[in-house]
């Protein structure tokens, strides 16, 4: 199992950027996947999750209409398209595999990214 990934970097408060995340080794539509970020002195922390068809979505109170989770399970892709960014959303951005094709419970999680930095500031 693989997951790789990407889209991070620096953008100004109400900017947007688009996480992807490439997975690989394991059949994508089989499984839930979520995003997770972590700030600095904080423990990592689920933002949004979506189940194995896309049908069914979680987001965390403080990124609601504001982010959106989707996937592309022909390409076995993952995404998150954050707009409207805050200071507060700067944190390192994890890609998760769930171990089945719900994400609930949200903190059973088998796989890891590696992750990608999210810096919002002026």
């Known amino acids: 199992v693989q997951l790789v990934e990407s889209g991070g970097g620096l953008v100004q408060p109400g900017g947007s950027l688009r996480l992807s995340c490439s997975a690989s080794?394991?059949?994508?539509?089989?499984?839930?996947m979520g995003w997770f970020r972590q700030a600095p002195g904080k423990e990592r922390a689920i933002v949004a999750a979506?189940?194995?068809?896309?049908?069914?979505?979680y987001y965390t109170e403080s990124v609601k209409g504001r982010f959106t989770i989707s996937r592309d399970n022909t390409h076995s892709t993952l995404y998150l398209q954050m707009n409207q960014l805050k200071p507060d959303d700067t944190a390192i951005y994890y890609c998760?595999?769930?171990?089945?094709?719900?994400?609930?419970?949200?903190?059973?999680?088998?796989?890891w990214g590696q992750g990608t930095q999210a810096t919002v500031s002026s």
């Open positions: 998760g595999r769930y171990w089945r094709d719900s994400y609930y419970p949200l903190s059973e999680v088998d796989y």
């Open positions: 080794g394991f059949p994508f539509i089989n499984y839930a």
């Open positions: 979506i189940n194995w068809s896309g049908a069914s979505t």
